[in-house]
C-alpha cells in the first residue's frame, strides 16, 4: 500500500451501509484538500445510466468517488468539477475504472462485497449533513428539520438546504431523501429524477 492511501485511511474512515453495498468514507476540509491536493489526479469519464448520462470522478490513488452528477452537457458538467477541485490534475479516464465504478453504484443486484469508496470535501457541518443523509432508510424521506435535529442544530435548517445543494456526489450521498416540510419535492436534478431515485431505492430494497 502507497503512502498516500495509508496516510488518508488513517485520518478518515466511516462506514455506512447503503441499501446492500458498503459505502466507506473518507473526509476533506478545503485546508486539508490545499494541502494535499498533489498527492492525487481526478480521473473522469461520462456515461449513460438508468437515471440520464452521469459525470463520476474517482482519485487515481486509491479509486474514491470525489464528484458523481448529471451531464445533460457535458462542457458545463466538467466544468463543475474542475471549480470543485480547482487544484487537482484531472484526467478523461481510458482504463474503463470510472464506468466499472459507477455501474456498481446503480446496479439493483451489488452486494456487501461491493465496496465503494467516497471522499468528501467541505467543511465541518457540510460534512455532518452528508454524513446524516446516509442514516435515513433508504426509499423514505424526512425533512430539512428533522436533518437538523438529528445533527443536534435544530436552528440550522437552512444551512442544512445549502449544504444539499452543494453536494456533488448523487444518490450515493442520498440528499433526495430530504424534502419540505410542507411536502415540497423540489431536487437539484429535478423532481422527475428524485422520485426515480427513490423508487428504485425501494425496489432494491423491497419497499
Keep these: 500500500m502507497c503512502q498516500l492511501h495509508s496516510r488518508i485511511r488513517v ?5 455506512r451501509f447503503h441499501l446492500v453495498r458498503m459505502v466507506r468514507f473518507q473526509n476533506m476540509t478545503p485546508q486539508e484538500y490545499k494541502e494535499k491536493y498533489e498527492n492525487f489526479k481526478i480521473n473522469y469519464g461520462i456515461y449513460p445510466t438508468p437515471f440520464g448520462d452521469c459525470l463520476i470522478g474517482i482519485t487515481s490513488t486509491d479509486k474514491a468517488i470525489v464528484h458523481l452528477t448529471f451531464a445533460h452537457k457535458n462542457e458545463t458538467a466538467l466544468t463543475e468539477l474542475k471549480n470543485n477541485w480547482p487544484l487537482s490534475k484531472i484526467v478523461e479516464d481510458t482504463s474503463n475504472e470510472t464506468n466499472e465504478i459507477l455501474e456498481k453504484a446503480f446496479s439493483k443486484y ?3 462485497d461491493d465496496s465503494i469508496l467516497i471522499l468528501l470535501k467541505g467543511t465541518e457541518f457540510q460534512i455532518k449533513v452528508w454524513k446524516a443523509l446516509m442514516l435515513i432508510p433508504c ?3 424526512v425533512t430539512y428539520e428533522e436533518v437538523a435535529r438529528n445533527i443536534n442544530k435544530p436552528k ?7 449544504a444539499l445543494m452543494r453536494n456533488n456526489i448523487v444518490y450515493l450521498v442520498p440528499c433526495h431523501r430530504v424534502v419540505g ?3 415540497s419535492n423540489k431536487y437539484k436534478w429535478g423532481i422527475k429524477c428524485k422520485e426515480n431515485f427513490l423508487l428504485h431505492e425501494r425496489e432494491c430494497a423491497n419497499i
Design 11 to 15: 485520518i478518515f474512515s466511516i462506514y
Design 110 to 112: 451489488a452486494s456487501v
Design 156 to 162: 440550522a435548517v437552512r444551512a442544512v438546504g445549502n
Design 181 to 183: 416540510k410542507s411536502g
Design 139 to 141: 426509499g423514505t424521506t
